[in-house]
Each structure stands twice: as C-alpha cells, then as structure tokens.
C-alpha cells in the first residue's frame, strides 16, 4: 500500500491548496473564488472555473438570506442530503419535495417530471429563499416559469444541473432570466448535487 494522509483536516487543506494554485481564480470576486474552490472541491476540475457566470452580489444576497433564516430549496434529495447542517447560521430549513407523496400525481397531471412538479410545492416557501438545482434541468426550467408567473422571487439560485438533455439550456434561460434574480451557474453539461451542495456549503460558512 502507498502511504497516505490520514488526516481529514489535512486532506482539505492540501486539497484547497492545490485548487487554489492550479484553477484560474484570479478573475473572480473573493467570495465567488471561494464557493468556485468548493465546488471544484465536489467535481475535481479545475477548469470548472472557465464556465461558470454569476450576477454581481449573489454570494453576499444568498449570504444574507441564509443569515436571515431562508430556507434551502433543493431539486433532489442529493443535494438536499450534502448540505452541511451545522454550516447553515440559523438552523435554516433544507428542504427536498421530491420525495412528496402528491408529487408522482401532480406530475402526471402536469405532464412533466416529477423533479419540475415538485416545485408546485415550494410556492409558499419560495420568496426570499435559496434556491439549489443541481440534478434536474426540468426544475430549473420550472421556477423560470413560476417566476414569470409571479411567483416571488428567491434571494438567489444556486444552477448548476448536470447532464445532456436540457442542462445548458437550463442555465442559459436562467442567465438571461433578467430582472434582479441573483444567480451562479455553471454553463454546459457539468454540474451535480454535490456541485449544488458545496455552494450552499461554501456560502453558508467562512469555514473551510
Ligand atoms: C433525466 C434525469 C436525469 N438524471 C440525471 C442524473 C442523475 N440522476 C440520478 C438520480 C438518482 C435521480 N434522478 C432523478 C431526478 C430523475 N433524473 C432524471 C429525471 C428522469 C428527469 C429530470 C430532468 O430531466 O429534469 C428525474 C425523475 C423525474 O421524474 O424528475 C430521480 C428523481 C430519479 C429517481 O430515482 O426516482 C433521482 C433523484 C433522487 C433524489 O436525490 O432525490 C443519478 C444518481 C443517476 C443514477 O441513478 O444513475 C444521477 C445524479 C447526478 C447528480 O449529480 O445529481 C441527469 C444526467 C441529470 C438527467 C437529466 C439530464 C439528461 O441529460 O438526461
């Protein structure tokens, strides 16, 4: 067997270390920089930075929102599972409803995913919350239709779903939402629940 670091404080910090000397940071503002390290952290590519876009303020207006007591709205229970609990700084709800018994009903009768019904669900939570999508494109696509709605609006969106079908155009739509919708996306095909869980985690908490 090779020798290794047993160590896990020691392995992040290495790990942070090597993200920091190796992935293109230096045109980011110091808070995306840091949730960008973080996700890169869940993936393991250091390009990752190359395709990632934000409006300006949204790691301080999720910051905030967290800090007031927003809840987390996350479109799999993926993501919902690898948000760091004692990181939130004010017990803050993380919410999942996916798994909700009314939602396989809500989606045939909506003809789409469950995923994308299952925001039917968030409507009463949704104003001033912090909004995390890294599976499903069809969520994604979702809230931009329940904003036009008038839904109202989440203090920020955290896009980052994966996959071929509906990934990059998801984040794309959510780019050009337009309006005061604070957002960080990873354009294209990559994305991920951990990549969603370890933003909320970045900016839930200083700590690394
Ligand atoms: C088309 C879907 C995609 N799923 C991807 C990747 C992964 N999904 C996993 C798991 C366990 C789940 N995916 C569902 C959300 C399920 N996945 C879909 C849907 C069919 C449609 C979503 C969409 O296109 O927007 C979706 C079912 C639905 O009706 O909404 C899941 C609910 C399926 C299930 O098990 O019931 C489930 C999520 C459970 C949860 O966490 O709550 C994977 C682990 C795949 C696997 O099981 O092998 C993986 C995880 C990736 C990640 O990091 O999140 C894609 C690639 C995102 C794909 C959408 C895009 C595409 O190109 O096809």
Redesign the pocket.
Known sequence: MPEYIRDGAEIYRRSFATIRAEARLGDLPDDVARVAVRMIHACGMVDLVDDLAWSPGVVARARVALNAGAPVLC???????GVTRRRLPAGNDVI?T??DARVPGL?RRLG???????LELWRDRLAGAVVAV????????RLLELLREGAGPPAAVLGV???????AESKQALEEYGGDLAYLVVHG?R??????AAAVNAIASEEE
Request: hydrophobic share 50%; glycine share 16%.
């Open positions: 479109d799999a229970s993926m993501v919902a599972s999942c996916l798994g989606a789409t995913t469950r995923s994308a019904a299952a890294g599976n499903a494109p069809t969520a994604l696509f779903p994966v996959g071929f079908i509906g990934a095909r994305g991920g629940s951990a990549m969603a």
